[in-house]
Every structure is written in structure tokens, then in C-alpha cells.
């Protein structure tokens, strides 16, 4: 039980990682990319092999993987970004798709026992999860720092704007392109990075687990949590991660099977889009000025009206 | 001599994966046409379609194995199918999309991605991961045509695809029901101001692509056997066909479905791919034709008005 | 003194010519109005200079350079700026958000100028640079007596307020050049008037504008000059005296009389 549950808050920090990305590069910038899949089948085989077959220490992998899978997302980006909403979902679905296919042509039975992340002379072991709590969640809590500067950054403010209106974008002397492209790499990279923890954790890689149920559970998450925020993406992966070990954690997992949780991710999307499209926690409101008082701003506003 | 009739050969089976394709991309593109979104569940139509004629079929045949009896079966549970998979397709548009119409672009097509994994891990949930046959209602044997051979499967599969189109072109072009439907893919608020009741006509566009994806399931069955996510890949390429052809143009997308069928029954062998990696033939050429002519063979450019 | 010039610009979408061979000057510090009947190609014209979309054949000169098929945002960055004839908002952002928008490529270092460093600088400096435009974003408001509501959803404004602030966000980038799409369709009278109102003081600003409007009244007492475009033709320009009493604009609106 109390395994079920630490191993639940080790899925949800590997998975709150990968909806920061998606979120920055969906719930940020608007756009429906559907391959985070494939970014953390990069990030995975990247610290797989540079830590088993290179025989390097995890730490070097971490900003590779994060490097390698950017790469790949920036050249994925290039030429799909220029297509709306639909289309661009279809394209990287199928990108996602094809990273899988490579995969499986290249490496069909994966890649075992790599060697686990040490930190000065301590290893991180699936044993101990305590302390691999400690670490996924100590590099959560990094990415959302991070990404949450951004997000109230000058920068951050123009995805928000390239996601409300591309033309209006333009008009405010915002390079759209650019900003997608940014965008997109960014979140492909944190994708990776979660990847790496997730290989650091199991220690093995295989193609199978990179499926298109993966980008559709990161998206899940951050639609749960609420678009473009961060806590809220957090939150989703949470919820996400105990919808899938529910059976699991209070000893169903034979009656209950596998497939009944994606049912009910397939009805969290369905219902969160028609009765909150906005999320749990809805949008982030950061008040720029925050000096003004609530109540001075709601009386100037009833003299406005 | 020997290669080119290995490659009729091809074309023969690309020809009849295209009209598979073509009737599921109907779908994709009748329904684009007018709610300008993808109805990414509509893979997973075909799925349901494929078990709900399986099972009325076998359930028809029971032991009997009397030859007219057999095709007289399979056509009762294409039909049951095409009503099932109509009713379904309404169902769906009246939860899923229906309260979305007017929200932001990504709500619909969020929920239609809700739905398609209800439906296809439901269907792994009730009937299994196990994948089935679907048994042929006749003799199988193919005939040879100077070195080429067909299979009566592959016959049918395009005599009724091309029935199904041809019955779909008359039903567009001529009924009033037709016209209405053109009419709202062209201008929804001036149809509905014109007494057209939209509300209606929308239903009746899932319905319809909704019978067409059963036929295709049924007809996919026959090569691809029944199972829970037959309809994932099978979907996404007929939405590439239907993108290949004009999204929204219901020529584009039978003319779609046969191109992309060809190209991928002729394009492993000929680029010597090994065939694991057909699927990245329709990618690639989704990602070609987005980037060269985004409102494909057949469509009108459409921009965005400023 | 033209600040901005169209020569000979021309637009053809398929076989129709929305825009036929049309030179267009703006007069430096004056309100110049673009007028003609619905279809004439006026926002057409507005797209190809703002670089929303590029000219067929032709050229745009601004302040002496070529602009002709740049994106978008270099011309808006070079000092033009527009509204939308649909207002085109950033409705979940709050009304300041959406002048500190425009404000955009004002304030700092210019991000994603192809130089990585300074989005690097920008993103570290983020609390410094939200005080500054925020400051700045509330002086526009309060020109437009519009820093009562800075806190609301762009897209719970009411309509008059929504095209004031889309106007208050392209003014914010201090642009040499305005170009104000249709600002009174769908205002009333009084609105109407508060809006010539501002549009006196955006020109006393030293800002020039153009206007595309429909509503005649305000178009005859606020331009200076006017061009007139009938069927993607420059069939006529002068003062609003000239247009006035102009046979040929009297017949683009109101029809030839059968003999």
C-alpha cells in the first residue's frame, strides 16, 4: 500500500515533468502537439546509452537527454509549425508514431540493467524510493521555477499572445514562428528530461512504452490540471498517475483491468472539455501590479461602468 | 516482364486498400466540411463497425454453411452495422461535440480524442486483445489474370466502396437532404437562416460517415482482422487521405483514398523499405503534401481573414 | 510630407482582383481617410501594407525604405500600427496584459532577434521589465480612461471598450503610423464622438493615422484627405470637400441613375 503510494508520487513527478513541457508548448503557446511520446522515448534510449553502453555517469546523460530530445523536437518543429490546430495534432501524432517505429526497427527488445544515478557515492535504487522521491521531485520543483519565471516573463507573455490571436501577434511585432519553434523545443527538451528519470528509475528501456497513450495522458494532464498552469498541470499528473494505480493500490488490479483507466482518461477528457474547459485550477492569474489592492481595483471598476 | 506484373499485382491490392481508405476518409471530410474539426474518433468507428458485423454474422450463420445463405448473412450484418455504427455516431456528436460547438477550436478536438480512447479501450475492456477473423461469406480463392492475382474479397471490397460512393454522390448532389448539407458546409448561419435546421443535418453527416466507416471496418476486416485498435493506424491514414484529396471536398477524398492506397501498396517495394516501416509512406506523405499544397489535390484555399 | 507610400499595388486572390494597380500616400501628421463601398479592397490594401499579406505586384515605401513583403512583425517593429475590422483581442489575457502586448518590443533587450542572449537577459530581468511595462501600459489606459477596468478579461469588456483597447495596444508600440480598420462599425453616436474625440488626440500626438471608416460623418470631420477605392480602383482622392461633390463617388455609392 504505502509502496503503491510512493511509487505513485515517483510516476507523477516523472510525468508532472513531461505536462511542464507539454504545457509550455500547449497550454502556453496553443498549440495540439500529440508527440511527448516520442520525446521521452529519446530521453529514455539517451541515458540508456550513454550510461550503459558509454559507461558514463547519469549525470552527464541528464543534459544530453534534454539536449538530444530539443533537437529533435526543433526539427520536427521547423516544418510542422507553420500548420493550424488539426493539423499540426495529425502531423506530430504521426511524428510521435514514427519516432516509435524507429525505435522498434532499431532496438525491438530494449535496453536492461543500466547502471543506476549516483550522487556522491550514493545510488539511487527503485529499492529506496524515498530518496528517488527526493530527487524526481527536487528537479519538479526546479522545472516549475523555472517555467514559471518564464510564463511571467516578457517572453512567456508573448506565447500566451501567439496562443490568443497569431495575426494580433504580428501586429505587436511578435515573430510567431519563432516563438512556436522556442516553444516547442523547450517542452520537447523537458520531455526528455523526464525520459532520463524514467530510465534512471526502472533502469531498462523498451520501445513498447512509448505509445501514443502516453502523449494522450501527459495532454490529459495538463487539460485536467488547467491550461498553462503550472500547479494545475502538477495537480493533473497527480490525479492522472492515481487514476492509473487505483486498481493497484487497493488490490483490484485482477478485476479491475488496465484498460478501464484509459476508459476513464477518455471520459476525463470528454467531461473536463464540456463542463470545465478551463481546468481544475482554470488559468493562471499573475497580477502584474500586484500593489493594487482587490477592493480599490473593483471600486474603480463600478465607476468605470 | 516478371516485375511488371509484380507491380500490377501491387496496384491491384493498392487499389483496394484505396477504396478502403476512401470510405473512411468520406467520413473525416464530410464532417470537416462542416464543423471545420477532425473527428478523431471516427478510427474507432470503423472499429465498432468491424465487431458489430462480425458478431451478427456469426450469430446469423450460425452452423449453416449454405453458400447463399452465407453472402445473404453478410450483407444483413453489413447493414445492421452501417445502423448501429449511424446511431453510435449520432450518439457521440450529440454528447461529445455538440456542447463545444461554440467554444475555442481545442475543446472539440480534445473531446474527440476523449472518445476514441473510450471507444477503442472499452472495446479492449469488453471483448479482449486478442485479435479475430473475420470469416470470408464465400470462397476465397483467388482468380489469376495472366499472373496477376485476385481475390473475390478484393473484388467486393471495391464493388461496394464503389457502390457506396456512387449512392453518396447522388445523395449529395441530388436530395433536398443533399443540398441542405452543402449548403451548411458553406455557410452555417445563412443555411440555418435559409430554414435549413442544421442541428439535423450535422447528425445526419455523422450518421452517414459513420455507415461508411462501418463498411470500411467490415471490408478492412477481411485482410486486417478484428480488434481493439484496428481503427488507430486505419483512421489516421484515411485522415491523410482525406487531407491528400482536399479536406472538406468529398471527391478529394475517394480520389485521396485511392492515391494513398497505391502509394503504400506500391511504395515499400519500390524504395526497398522494409514493409515495417509502410506506415511512415503515409506520414511522409502527409508532412509533404501539408507543407506543399496544404489544401490538398482537390481543396480551395481557404486563408484566414484578417 | 508622405511618411508611407503604395505604388502601384495590386492583389489577386485566384481570378479575382481585389486590389487593381492603387497608389496610396499617407501624408505625414495628418488623419488620411480610405473610404469606398463595401468590397472595395480597403482592408485588403490595409493587409498588404501592414505585411499581412504580401502584395502581387507593387511596391510600399515607408519612411524611405522598401517594406514590400516583409513579415509582419518587422513592419510593426519598423513603426506601423493597426486594429482589426473583427477586433482581434487576446481575450483570456487582462486589459493590461493586452497594451503591455503591444508594448511588446519596447521595453529591454529585443528577444528572439537572433540573439540568444538577450531572451536570456529578458527572462532573468522578467520582475524589472513587468514593473516598467506595466507603468507604462497604465499611462496608455489612463489616456483612454480605461485603467479603471485593467484588471478584467479582455473578452468581458463591452463592445466600445474591446475596440478603444485594441486601439490603446497599437498605440502602445509608439508607432509612427496608425492604421485604424472600420474603429466605429457597430458604436453608437455617442461612442462615435468619443472616438473622433480620440482620434483628435492619438493626431495631436504627432501620430499619423489612417482610417478606413464607414461611418461618413466622422470620416468628413476628422480626415484630411481622403482616397476613395470603388471595386479595388483608386477612383478618387482629395479633401472631404473634393470627395464630397465627387460625381464618380457619388456613383461607386449610390449607383448610376437610369436615363
Redesign the interface.
Known amino acids: 500500500m504505502l509502496n503503491f503510494f510512493q511509487l505513485i508520487i515517483i510516476y507523477a513527478g516523472i510525468y508532472a515533468l513531461m505536462a511542464i513541457g507539454q504545457n509550455c508548448i500547449t497550454g502556453n503557446t496553443g498549440m495540439l502537439s500529440l508527440c511527448h511520446a516520442g520525446f521521452y522515448c529519446i530521453g529514455s534510449y539517451v541515458t540508456a546509452i550513454i550510461c550503459k553502453t558509454m559507461g558514463l555517469p547519469f549525470w552527464f546523460s541528464l543534459p544530453v537527454a534534454a539536449v538530444a530530445a530539443g533537437l529533435v523536437g526543433f526539427l520536427i518543429g521547423v516544418p510542422t509549425l507553420r500548420l493550424k490546430g488539426d493539423y499540426l495534432c495529425i502531423a506530430t501524432l504521426g511524428l510521435g508514431e514514427i519516432i516509435r517505429n524507429i525505435a522498434t526497427n532499431v532496438n525491438p527488445v530494449g535496453i536492461n540493467s543500466v547502471p543506476r544515478a549516483a550522487l556522491f557515492g550514493y545510488q539511487f535504487s527503485s529499492r529506496n524510493k524515498l530518496t528517488f522521491i527526493l530527487l524526481i521531485w527536487f528537479f519538479v520543483m526546479i522545472a516549475y521555477v523555472l517555467f514559471r519565471q518564464l510564463a511571467h516573463s516578457r517572453i512567456g507573455r508573448a506565447m500566451i499572445a501567439v496562443r490568443e490571436d497569431e495575426v494580433a501577434a504580428q501586429s505587436n511585432g511578435i515573430n510567431v514562428t519563432k516563438y512556436k519553434i522556442g516553444a516547442f523545443t523547450l517542452g520537447a527538451a523537458i520531455g526528455g528530461v523526464a525520459g532520463c528519470f524514467a530510465t534512471a528509475y526502472t533502469l531498462t528501456v523498451s520501445p513498447g512504452s512509448y505509445t501514443f497513450m502516453v502523449s494522450v495522458m501527459v495532454l490529459c494532464m495538463v487539460v485536467l490540471g488547467g491550461m498553462g498552469n503550472l500547479k494545475g498541470v502538477i495537480l493533473g499528473a497527480f490525479i492522472i498517475e492515481f487514476i492509473s494505480y487505483f486498481p493497484q493500490l487497493v488490490g483490484l488490479s485482477s478485476v479491475i483491468p488496465a484498460q478501464a483507466s484509459q476508459v476513464l482518461y477518455g471520459l476525463v477528457l470528454v467531461i473536463m472539455m464540456i463542463c470545465r474547459p478551463q481546468g481544475i485550477l482554470g488559468r493562471d492569474r499573475y497580477r502584474y501590479g500586484s500593489q493594487v489592492k482587490k477592493g480599490a481595483r473593483k471600486a474603480a471598476g463600478a465607476k468605470e461602468a | 516482364m516478371d516485375t511488371l506484373v509484380q507491380y500490377l499485382q501491387y496496384l491491384v491490392n493498392g487499389l483496394t486498400l484505396g477504396a478502403i481508405y476512401a470510405l473512411i476518409a468520406l467520413g473525416y471530410t464530410m464532417v470537416y466540411g462542416i464543423l471545420k474539426f477532425i473527428n478523431f474518433a471516427h478510427g474507432d468507428i470503423l472499429m465498432i463497425g468491424a465487431y458489430t458485423g462480425l458478431f451478427t454474422y456469426t450469430a446469423l450463420l450460425g452452423e449453416s454453411t449454405n453458400a447463399a445463405w452465407m453472402l445473404i448473412a453478410f450483407f444483413i450484418a453489413m447493414l445492421v452495422s452501417m445502423a448501429f455504427c449511424a446511431l453510435l455516431g449520432m450518439f457521440i456528436e450529440r454528447v461529445a461535440y455538440k456542447p463545444l460547438r461554440n467554444a475555442n477550436r481545442l475543446a472539440p478536438l480534445l473531446s474527440a480524442i476523449g472518445v476514441s480512447f473510450i471507444l477503442s479501450n472499452g472495446a479492449a475492456w469488453l471483448f479482449g486483445a486478442q485479435s479475430r477473423r473475420f470469416p470470408y461469406p464465400f470462397d476465397d480463392t483467388p482468380i489469376m489474370l495472366g499472373g496477376i492475382s485476385i481475390t473475390p474479397h478484393q473484388i467486393l471490397t471495391v464493388v461496394v466502396s464503389v457502390i457506396m460512393m456512387v449512392v453518396l454522390t447522388l445523395f449529395v448532389n441530388r436530395s433536398r437532404m443533399g443540398k441542405a448539407m452543402r449548403a451548411t458546409s458553406l455557410d452555417q448561419a445563412t443555411s440555418e437562416l435559409m430554414g435549413i435546421d442544421v442541428n439535423r443535418i450535422i447528425s445526419m453527416t455523422f450518421a452517414i460517415g459513420s455507415a461508411l466507416a462501418a463498411v470500411g471496418g467490415i471490408l478492412s476486416a477481411f485482410d486486417f482482422r478484428v480488434y481493439a485498435s484496428m481503427g488507430t493506424m486505419t483512421g489516421l491514414k484515411a485522415f491523410v487521405a482525406a487531407v491528400i484529396g482536399g479536406i472538406g471536398n468529398i471527391q478529394g477524398a475517394m480520389l485521396g483514398g485511392v492515391i494513398l492506397g497505391v502509394l503504400e501498396s506500391i511504395g515499400a517495394p519500390l524504395l526497398h523499405i522494409p514493409s515495417a516501416l509502410k506506415d511512415t509512406i503515409a506520414f511522409a506523405v502527409l508532412i509533404v503534401i501539408l507543407l506543399v499544397k496544404p489544401d490538398g489535390i482537390l481543396g480551395k484555399n481557404e486563408r484566414e481573414k484578417v | 510630407m508622405r511618411i508611407l507610400e503604395a505604388q502601384g499595388v495590386s492583389r489577386i486572390f ?1 481570378g479575382v482582383v481585389a486590389v487593381n494597380n492603387v497608389d496610396f500616400n499617407v501624408e505625414k501628421g495628418l488623419v488620411n481617410g480610405l473610404i469606398g463601398p463595401n468590397g472595395a479592397g480597403k ?1 485588403t490594401l490595409f ?1 498588404q501594407i ?4 504580401k502584395p502581387t505586384s507593387g511596391k510600399i515605401i515607408f519612411d524611405g525604405k522598401d517594406i514590400t513583403g516583409l ?4 513592419i ?2 519598423l513603426g506601423v ?2 486594429t ?1 475590422q ?1 477586433i ?6 487582462t486589459v ?2 493586452n497594451v ?3 508594448l ?2 519596447k ?2 533587450a529585443d ?2 532577434k537572433g540573439r540568444f542572449v538577450q ?1 536570456v537577459k ?3 530581468n ?1 520582475g524589472r ?3 516598467e ?2 507603468a507604462r501600459a ?1 499611462e496608455w489606459l489612463e489616456f483612454f ?8 478579461e479582455a473578452h468581458n469588456l463591452p463592445y466600445g471598450n474591446q475596440r478603444e483597447l485594441e486601439i490603446a ?2 498605440l502602445a ?1 509608439d508607432p509612427k503610423v496608425l492604421f485604424l480598420d472600420e474603429p466605429a462599425a457597430g458604436m453608437n453616436p455617442a461612442e462615435t464622438a468619443h472616438l473622433m474625440h480620440i482620434i483628435e488626440r492619438i493626431r495631436d500626438k504627432g501620430v499619423t493615422v489612417v482610417l478606413i471608416e464607414h461611418d461618413m460623418k466622422l470620416v468628413m470631420n476628422i480626415c484630411d484627405n481622403i482616397t476613395v477605392l470603388s471595386f479595388g480602383q483608386k477612383i478618387a482622392e482629395g479633401t472631404p470637400e473634393e470627395i464630397r461633390s465627387n460625381p464618380q463617388v457619388i456613383e461607386a455609392y449610390l449607383g448610376r441613375e437610369e436615363d
Open positions: 485566384g482592408t493587409n501592414t505585411g499581412m499579406d513579415p509582419a512583425w518587422k510593426s517593429r500600427a493597426r482589426f473583427n482581434r483581442l487576446y481575450g483570456d489575457l493590461i496584459e503591455m502586448m503591444g511588446h518590443f521595453v529591454g528577444p528572439f531572451a529578458s527572462y532573468f522578467a521589465e513587468n514593473r511595462l506595466y497604465l480612461e480605461l485603467d479603471g477596468l485593467r484588471d478584467e495596444r497599437a508600440a
